[in-house]
Nanobody, 125 residues
Framework: QVQLVESGGRLVQAGDSLKLSCTISSHTGYYVMGWFRQAPGKEREFVATLMYIRSSTFYGDSVKGRFTISRDPFNNTLYLQMNNLKPEDTAMYYC???????????????????WGQGTQVTVSS
């Protein structure tokens, strides 16, 4: 069982930067790690994913060019660097993990087996 704990969410101003962290309870060398977000009254949205096995990253269209997903393998931590934040980025942000399977589309939430509890990001205008 993999446990994920997000941190770093808070209230910021539009244009600010913020870095979210996700600590992972076990070694995830062959896992896919992702960030998703969900705003009140809206569906869960894909933000970014990182495939360890290929060191590949993918981003949702709404965050491309502003957000960066990365990891520190030595302390089992996943990060999401968010720059030029906008009010529409306001949401609960979730970290997710799954073993890599070529049949899965990792832009989709159901492709992930493990989820954190989320961290709230609020961007004021």
């Amino acid at each position: 069982q993999v446990q994920l704990v997000e941190s770093g969410g808070r209230l910021v101003q539009a244009g600010d930067s913020l870095k979210l962290s996700c600590t992972i309870s076990s070694h995830t060398g062959y896992y896919v790690m992702g960030w998703f977000r969900q705003a009140p009254g809206k569906e869960r949205e894909f933000v970014a994913t990182l495939m360890y096995i290929r060191s590949s990253t993918f981003y949702g269209d709404s965050v491309k060019g502003r957000f960066t997903i990365s990891r520190d393998p030595f302390n089992n931590t996943l990060y999401l660097q968010m720059n030029n934040l906008k009010p529409e980025d306001t949401a609960m942000y979730y970290c997710a993990a799954s073993p890599y399977l070529s049949s899965r589309d990792f832009r989709l939430g159901p492709s992930y087996d493990f989820w954190g509890q989320g961290t709230q990001v609020t961007v004021s205008s």
